[in-house]
C-alpha cells in the first residue's frame, strides 16, 4: 500500500511533464533556464537606444554604456597576423625597409587569389598590368598614380610597399579595412611578378602545392 502511495504520484507527474513538454508539434515544449539556453541576438549595425548608448569614448560616465562595434583592444582575429606596429610617419616609412614579408613563397592558389585583391582594390588605378592606366588614372579622375613597373618601384622593398597600402601614401588612401593584413602582404608578392625582370617561379610554389594551413597568428612581421 505504501509502495502504491509513492508509484501512483511519481507516475501523475511523469505524465503530466510529458504533456506539458509536447503539447504541441509547432511548440518545442518547455525550456528549463531560457535565458541560458538561448542568446539574445544582436545586430551590430542595428539602431541602439541613444538615452542607454553611446559611441562617444569621451561621454561614456554617468548610465550611458559606451560600445562602437570594434572589437577589444589587443585583440586579433583568429588567421591574421599580429599588428603591423610601425608608425605612420617619416621615421615608420624609413623603418619599414626592413621589415620582411612573411611570405617566402606562395602557392599558385594564393597568387590567383592576390591577383583577383589586386584588381578589386589597386587595378582601378594601377591598372591590371601595374602601369598606371587604370579607368580612374588614365579617366584623369586621379593625377600622380604611380606606375609600379618603374624602377623606383622594383627597388622599393616589400615592407615599404607594405606600409604604404597599410597607411596610404601620396594621392592613395588606407587599404587596411579592405583587405587584412596578410592579403596586403599576398598583393605586394602579387605585384612582383608584374614588374619587369621578375621571376615568377621563385613567387609561386609548385601546382602540386596545396594552399597553406597554417595558422597566421603565429607569424610576426
Known sequence: MKLLTYIIPSTLITVAIIFASCDSKRQPGKTYMPDMAYSRAYESFADRDSTKFTMDMYNKGGDMIFFNNEP??????????????????????????????????????????????????????????GVANGPIASGGYVGGVANLTAEAYIKMADGTMFHSITYGKGVMGSYASQVTRAQRWMIVKYIRTLQPNSDSTSTAAPATAAPTTTDTTAKKI
Open 72 to 129: 577589444p583592444s589587443g585583440t586579433i582575429k583568429r588567421g591574421e597576423l599580429f599588428p603591423y606596429t610601425l608608425p605612420n610617419d617619416s621615421n615608420g616609412y624609413n623603418l619599414s625597409a626592413t621589415v620582411k614579408n612573411p611570405f617566402d613563397t606562395i602557392t599558385k592558389a594564393e597568387l590567383a587569389e592576390a591577383g583577383r585583391l589586386y584588381n578589386i582594390n589597386c587595378g582601378i588605378c594601377h591598372g591590371a598590368t
